[in-house]
């Protein structure tokens, strides 16, 4: 059965050449169907077979976590094992906590993933009020970190998405919003 649903209007973003395996999203493209690994991103054999068995299911665009630095200095490998086998989907590295690990695997896959309320920060669950000055801060420390990754996926051509989801919003971010969508919108902001 086919569902009705109206799409909000967004801009396209590559991701990736489309003219060689790369893929197109937004606007008024077909959603595009991708999964994430669940194998060890060390691991370059598994991480090469399951990307091209997810491919070979229809996936255009997988995920690999890169949560340290060596799993994303490992993303060169994993791709230039894909690429070699004329495996051209384009491939996210999925960041968590590490700014560091976010600058190394920009140099090896056509996009990154970013949580913003844990990218510079792992969460202590602490409860303390903020006064504007130390909230804004906070915002530059924050700014600081995510500044040469946004640049550098500028200069090359690397997509940037911004995931925000309840479960990793900043101790920051939960003091001054709550867990609401609000909470949401302005740590994605």
């Known amino acids: 059965m086919f569902y009705r649903y109206r799409r909000r209007p ?13 893929v197109v999203i937004g606007g008024d493209r077909p959603i595009v169907k991708q999964s994430m690994l669940t194998c060890d991103t060390m691991d370059t ?14 996936a255009e665009l997988v995920r690999i976590t890169a949560p340290t630095v060596k799993d994303a200095a490992n993303l060169r490998h994993i791709v230039a094992r894909l690429r070699g086998q004329g495996c051209l989907v384009p491939i996210v590295a999925d960041i968590h906590f590490k ?41 530059e420390r924050v ?27 900043s101790d920051r971010i939960m003091n001054r919003y709550g867990d609401t969508p609000l909470g949401m919108v302005e740590s994605a902001l």
């Not at 967004?10 to 790369?22: A, F, I, K």
């Open 99 to 139: 700014p560091e690990a976010a600058m190394e695997a920009v140099q090896w896959v056509e996009k990154i993933r970013v949580n913003p309320g844990n990218y510079a920060d792992r969460k202590k669950f602490q409860t303390r009020e903020y006064t504007d000055a130390e909230y804004a801060a906070e915002l």
């Open 143 to 169: 700014e600081a970190a995510f500044t040469p990754l946004v640049l550098e996926c500028r200069h090359r051509r690397r997509a940037l998405r911004i995931g925000t989801n309840h479960g990793s919003l």
């Open 45 to 58: 054999e598994a991480c090469v077979r399951d990307t091209l068995e997810l491919v070979a299911a229809g």
């Open 10 to 22: 967004t801009r396209e973003v590559p991701v990736g050449d489309p003219e060689r395996g790369g």
